[in-house]
């Protein structure tokens, strides 16, 4: 995905959406946009840091 700030608030709900519900091969996929990986990396880094 691309950035947060581009977003509209259809596709942030759309984005959440398929966050939720989308399965390939009855496994559930994770997307999200490059902001959030940024930030889910920053996260998991600081708790070694810290």
């Keep these: 995905m691309g950035r947060d700030a581009f977003l509209s608030d259809i596709e942030k709900i759309r984005l959440k959406w398929r966050l939720n519900k989308v399965l390939v091969d009855s496994r559930k ?8 990986l940024t930030r889910d990396i920053r996260d998991r880094i600081s708790l070694y840091i810290n």
């Design 29 to 36: 996929i994770i997307c999200i946009t490059f902001d959030q």
